[in-house]
């Protein structure tokens, strides 16, 4: 069973920082893109940041500069992690890890999600 366990999210003040890490476990995820995405309320799901399948990595504007996603593990078990300071109020939202790929074969591609992980900053 495919699973996304992220992880890492709370309450920080404005400025803050916290660390975001979902890990990947269940089959062999290869070399996919591996992104993070969020919702605001009310709002829908947006964009945040990727490090695709090529290596390079990818910001919507809003958080450039300020965060950093980042992977490690192996195929089978991968860790994707944003770092996320200067953390601001419209920065909260729930934060969902994404994994996506191409199989081998060629004959369709896969898009995994996690639950995601509350991130609230208070101003």
């Known amino acids: 069973q495919v699973q996304l366990v992220d992880s890492g999210g709370g309450l920080v003040q404005a400025g803050g920082s916290l660390r975001l890490s979902c890990a990947g476990s269940g089959r062999n995820f290869g070399n996919w893109n591996m992104a993070w995405f969020r919702q605001a309320p009310g709002k829908e799901r947006e964009f945040v940041a990727i490090r695709d399948a090529n290596g390079p990595t990818n910001y919507t504007e809003s958080v450039k500069g300020r965060f950093t996603i980042s992977t490690s593990g192996d195929t089978f078990q991968p860790t994707v992690v944003l770092q996320m300071n200067s953390l601001k109020s419209e920065d909260t939202a729930v934060y969902y890890c994404?994994?996506?790929?191409?199989?081998?074969?060629?004959?369709?591609?896969?898009?995994?999600w996690g639950k995601g992980t509350l991130v609230a900053v208070s101003s």
């Open positions: 994404n994994i996506a790929g191409w199989l081998t074969d060629r004959t369709g591609r896969r898009n995994y």
